[in-house]
């Protein structure tokens, strides 16, 4: 064998045992965070049941401790999807950390609340535990993956960053724009459930499972609620998204399919398929076609474009991260 061919294999040899450490080092990470939210609940709980509201009752039939069990499992995918979202926002821990957490806790929790409230028959008091009871992990797991999936830290500072972002158009080009990404979510809502309602409208007739069917006024007023607080926090991550446009609509469309529905549909094991699959591939479809229109209406375009795909760039040192990260 010659010098060459020895160093060739020695390096693939290195590489492929760089990889396998990176992936440990990563699955590490998830599991950390996954108990962090975990650890969330937990103390969530307590703090809900110190302030004497009552827990969500549990549909008939469900097994809490079963219940308990799926969320447990479904963790590490919520993890991973906010953990994508982390790797391209190039600001301070701080302002990650923020972001994250908010982000989680509007989509995830915030956004369940207000759906529940109008489409089942849970109580106010009810709402209100689940609000301040998963406030806690959504800040904690948040706060845990900007700590440990980190893309290193802008060149400016986060006000500077937002100013530039928001100079590249006029005030009335911005008018409209942000305008319609307030109340987009509704019309995707409206498209996309109507293909799936013939199949499970009879379960909301029926009110099977604490399910009911809203009226049209009700309905629309939920839906502009929360077409403008998905805006609010999807908003913070268009604007200091650091990679390609087009990594901002995949990491996005994921983060949002996860904590919007994936991870209810997937914990649902009482409800029949005919319910969560048609709904699993509605809030797929929502949140895909939300993403892609916040991309090309928000991101997208301007006077100076400033999202630059950073997969390309060689590796250097930051100093946030004390290592190696894609500049």
Not at 150 to 172: C, D, H, I, W, Y
Request: aromatic letters at 14%.
């Amino acid at each position: 064998m010659s010098l060459k061919q020895y160093w060739s294999k020695d390096k693939r040899k290195e590489g492929s045992q760089m990889s396998v450490k990176t992936i440990a080092c990563a699955l590490g990470k998830i599991v950390v965070c996954s108990l962090t939210f975990i650890l969330g609940i937990v103390i969530g709980g307590l703090v809900a049941s110190l302030m004497k509201l009552p827990a969500p009752a549990m549909p008939e039939g469900v097994d809490s401790s079963a219940a308990f069990g799926y969320l447990m499992l479904g963790t590490p995918i919520l993890v991973t999807a906010l953990a994508a979202l982390s790797k391209g926002l190039r600001s301070s821990f701080l302002s990650r950390a923020l972001i994250l957490s908010f982000f989680t806790w509007v989509t995830y929790t915030l956004n369940t609340v207000i759906e529940s409230i109008a489409f089942t028959d849970v109580s106010p008091a009810s709402s209100l535990y689940t609000t301040i009871s998963f406030f806690f992990p959504c800040v904690f797991c948040g706060a845990t993956v900007a700590w440990l999936f980190r893309s290193g830290t802008l060149e400016n500072s986060v006000p500077m960053a937002v100013r530039k972002f928001f100079q590249r158009r006029t005030t009335r080009d911005w008018a409209w724009r942000v305008t319609f990404a307030a109340v987009v979510f509704v019309p995707i809502y409206l498209i996309f459930g109507s293909l799936v309602a013939p199949l499970t409208k009879a379960y909301f007739q029926q009110g099977m499972y604490g399910l009911r069917q809203p009226g049209w006024t009700e309905m629309l007023s939920v839906l502009f609620l929360r077409s403008v607080i998905f805006l609010l926090a999807c908003l913070p991550i268009v604007v200091l998204w650091q990679r390609s446009h087009q990594s901002l609509f995949f990491r996005l469309g994921f983060a949002l399919f996860v904590l919007v529905g994936l991870l209810y549909m997937l914990s649902a094991y009482y409800m029949p398929l005919a319910i969560r699959i048609p709904h699993t591939l509605e809030i797929f479809a929502d949140s895909f076609a939300y993403a892609g229109l916040l991309v090309l209406v928000i991101a997208k375009g301007g006077r100076l474009d400033h999202h630059v795909d950073h997969s390309d760039f060689p590796q250097t040192r930051t100093h946030e991260e004390g290592g190696t990260a894609r500049l």
